[in-house]
């Protein structure tokens, strides 16, 4: 059984930083996006940065220049450095690996909710004005 817990959630004044950690366990495979996402109240779920290995980055353009996705992917864990953080920010950040990629080349931006398959139960993310 999979399991993907996330951990670093919390309240942060604006233009402070947060790091928000990742682990997966119980997968059988390498190949896959992980990612972040993020949601509020009334508003549908958004990719916020997704990875695969050193094939695919990508960030939503509202975080381009101040989050950063890093991964180990041997270990199953992803990781999300939040800098210059916004009220904007403010959020359920959910972390999610993706579906087993079994063919190249990956055309795919890792950002969107059909490209994973396994969810993290959500970490708050305040940021105060």
């Known amino acids: 059984r999979v399991q993907v817990v996330e951990s670093g959630g919390g309240a942060v004044q604006a233009g402070g930083s947060l790091r928000l950690s990742c682990g997966a366990s119980?997968?059988?495979?390498?190949?896959?996006?992980m990612g972040w996402f993020r949601q509020v109240p009334g508003k549908a779920r958004e990719g916020v940065a997704g990875?695969?290995?050193?094939?695919?980055?990508s960030y939503a353009d509202s975080v381009k220049g101040r989050f950063i996705i890093s991964q180990d992917n041997e270990k199953n864990e992803v990781y999300l450095e939040m800098n210059s953080l916004k009220p904007e920010d403010t959020g359920v950040y959910y972390c999610?690996?993706?579906?087993?990629?079994?063919?190249?080349?990956?055309?795919?931006?890792?950002?969107?909710?059909?490209?994973?398959?396994?969810w993290g139960q959500g970490t708050l993310v305040t940021v105060c004005a």
């Open positions: 999610a690996i993706g579906n087993h990629i079994t063919h190249a080349p990956y055309t795919w931006s890792c950002l969107g909710a059909p490209e994973y398959y396994y």
């Open positions: 119980g997968l059988t495979y390498q190949r896959k996006c």
């Open positions: 990875q695969y290995g050193d094939i695919v980055t």
